[in-house]
């Protein structure tokens, strides 16, 4: 049944000790025990916010990779779609993380549409050498943009399987829901194009009043607009945790805990 639902977690019931693990009885869902091919390998691929680089997510990656290494690869994509490959994918690894940032990070919807068509390319590229078929996307700010332009886009492959968004602007900085912005109207008038499969996650983080600091939360919420009756499972997280303002959302430890167990462990709320 598709539904999508919101869970707010207090910042002080996730730090208690113990009680992190159990906030959700979870359906853990086990990746297949054969041989790495194309059938088994489903890379992790984050895509990081405007003015953001392939070191962006360094801190998450390290926090991630403390109790199983993962390979982790960092793409850099330069405007006429060539590559910068740093990393190495090793052996047998079901579940490499990879980073694909863009020489052009620069904000705004063109750029956005810009980033979301070398994207595209480039994933080609990197399932001809890496030698998968699906993946999981994780979002920052305007790369969950990004990742939604191209699950709508490109869901005829359902190649993405689960995507999550982190403080990802949906209705631009509008603090107004009843306006919605270019980019929100483009978004919905394409939302049927989403793949049945698709299982989403947005993430959001009250600081101050209703936004992160930078995003309003109305905006954050638009995307239940989006995905809601579109595909599988839509879920919206949001926690208050005043040390997470926008800028820091990645580097946050209930951010990183929330990857991890829904994108790295791929375990599913209920």
């Known amino acids: 049944m598709k539904h999508w639902k919101i869970i707010v977690v207090g910042l002080i019931c996730l730090l208690i000790g113990g009680m992190i693990g159990n906030v959700w009885p979870v359906n853990q869902l086990t990746a297949s025990s054969n041989q790495a091919t194309n059938q088994s390998?489903?890379?992790?691929?984050?895509?990081?916010?405007?003015?953001?680089?392939?070191?962006?997510?360094?801190?998450?990656?390290?926090?991630?990779?403390?109790?199983?290494?993962?390979?982790?690869?960092?793409?850099?994509?330069?405007?006429?779609?060539?590559?910068?490959?740093?990393?190495?994918?090793?052996?047998?690894?079901?579940?490499?993380l990879m980073v694909v940032a863009f020489v052009n990070n620069a904000d705004g919807d063109q750029n956005v549409a810009l980033q979301t068509a070398l994207f595209k390319t480039?994933?080609?590229?990197?399932?001809?050498?890496?030698?998968?078929?699906?993946?999981?996307?994780?979002?920052?700010?305007?790369?969950?943009?990004?990742?939604?332009?191209?699950?709508?886009?490109?869901?005829?492959?359902?190649?993405?399987?689960?995507?999550?968004?982190?403080?990802?602007?949906?209705?631009?900085?509008?603090?107004?829901?009843?306006?919605?912005?270019?980019?929100?109207?483009?978004?919905?008038?394409?939302?049927?194009?989403?793949?049945?499969?698709?299982?989403v996650f947005s993430l959001g983080n009250i600081v101050e009043g209703d936004s992160d600091g930078i995003v309003p939360i109305s905006s954050v919420l638009a995307g239940r607009q989006i995905f809601t009756n579109q595909v599988a499972h839509f879920t919206t997280l949001m926690t208050n945790d005043p040390q997470a303002a926008h800028t820091e959302l990645i580097d946050n430890q209930t951010i990183i805990w929330f990857v991890k167990r829904v994108m790295i462990n791929r375990e599913t709320p209920i």
């Not at 990779?65 to 850099?76: D, G």
């Not at 920052?140 to 492959?157: M, P």
């Open 41 to 96: 390998r489903r890379p992790l691929i984050f895509v990081p916010g405007s003015g953001g680089t392939q070191e962006s997510y360094n801190r998450m990656l390290q926090t991630l990779n403390r109790t199983k290494q993962h390979s982790i690869l960092k793409i850099t994509v330069a405007d006429n779609g060539d590559l910068k490959v740093t990393g190495k994918l090793k052996s047998g690894d079901k579940k490499p």
């Open 122 to 199: 480039t994933l080609r590229q990197l399932e001809k050498r890496y030698h998968f078929k699906q993946f999981d996307g994780v979002g920052y700010s305007n790369g969950g943009l990004v990742l939604t332009q191209f699950a709508e886009q490109d869901s005829h492959r359902t190649a993405l399987k689960r995507l999550m968004t982190i403080g990802t602007p949906y209705n631009d900085l509008n603090p107004k829901a009843s306006q919605k912005s270019a980019m929100l109207k483009s978004l919905l008038a394409d939302r049927k194009k989403l793949s049945k499969q698709l299982t």
